[in-house]
């Protein structure tokens, strides 16, 4: 990332993309998404008798004058979807040390889903965890908002941080909630908080960054070592890489199915191994329209 710039090599990866709520919202901001009440946009849906208190204007009076009944046309409105991006900047996302392309990763993709939400009208923020503390840019619609984001990302990850509380930070702030994290923290109370947020009818999304080498260690390595304590070394042989692997793939899989009991969404992404555009259209997409 550029210091201070939006990184024009990401917004030009997701321009066109939409990125639709998962179920009706309940803003009275006008927006893009399909609101939980019937309006007067035009649209149409469908008819309903008129009931005291409707507004006449809503009366359709062509077919009043066929029928001599008196209906209401009705249609969806469309309100924002305030959104809020938590972004795990901890020594793990540190990886590969000669290319910390997790981080990479983790950045472009919070700025390329920050783009396509700020293009469908909704306000935007982030939240960036690191040692160094908590870094908020506040929800906005301006252009300026992926500026600020750029800014913010073009510091380096370090340090450990809890990522649960700048994310109940973030469900003030908003109704739809993205964190991109390898859930090497606190996991179990990301996805408490996730759980409660979503039952009050919000909106969650897990973003889940991997390394490649995390995934599929090389054959032959002697140590390894903990991105956060650089200093705890481990051998690895081929038992144990063995091991590793069914553990690590346990802990995926439980960790998906997580998110996905709570009603949130759960998106795997192994860094480098895609497309940005690509990566951006599998979290977008609704449950059922896209791979996870």
Do not use: C, N
Not at 198 to 222: I, K, S, T
């Amino acid at each position: 990332m550029t210091a201070g710039v939006a990184d024009p090599a990401v917004l030009d990866a997701v321009r066109g993309l939409v990125w639709p709520a998962r179920r009706k919202t309940t803003s009275v901001l006008p927006g893009a998404h399909q609101a939980v009440t019937r309006g007067t946009s035009a649209e149409f849906v469908e008819y309903r008798p008129y009931r005291q208190g409707d507004d006449p204007g809503q009366i359709d009076w062509k077919l009043l004058g066929r029928t001599d009944r008196v209906y209401v046309r009705l249609s969806p409105e469309r309100a924002v979807l305030p959104t809020m991006l938590v972004l795990d900047a901890t020594a793990s996302m540190a990886f590969p040390p000669q290319t910390l392309l997790k981080w990479v990763t983790t950045a472009r993709i919070g700025l390329g889903l920050a783009a396509v939400a700020r293009h469908g009208g909704d306000p935007v923020g982030l939240v960036i965890v690191s040692g160094t503390g908590v870094h908020v840019v506040q929800p906005r619609t301006r252009r300026s908002v992926l500026d600020a984001m750029g800014h913010a990302l073009a510091s380096s990850p370090g340090g450990s941080g809890a990522l649960a509380p700048a994310l109940e930070l973030a469900m003030r702030l908003a109704a739809r909630v993205v964190v991109v994290s390898d859930f090497l923290g606190d996991a179990d109370e990301q996805l408490g908080r996730a759980r409660q947020f979503v039952a009050a009818g919000r909106e969650a999304h897990a973003v889940h960054v991997l390394a490649q080498e995390e995934v599929d260690p090389a054959r032959g390595l002697r140590l390894v070592a903990d991105p956060e304590r650089p200093d705890l070394r481990r051998p690895l042989p081929p038992a144990a890489r063995e091991e590793y692997l069914r553990r690590f793939e346990a802990w995926r899989t439980e960790l998906a199915r997580g998110w996905h009991s709570a009603g949130a969404g759960y998106t795997a992404v192994v860094a480098g191994a895609e497309p940005l555009r690509q990566t951006i259209r599998r979290i977008a997409a609704l449950p059922g329209r896209g791979g996870r």
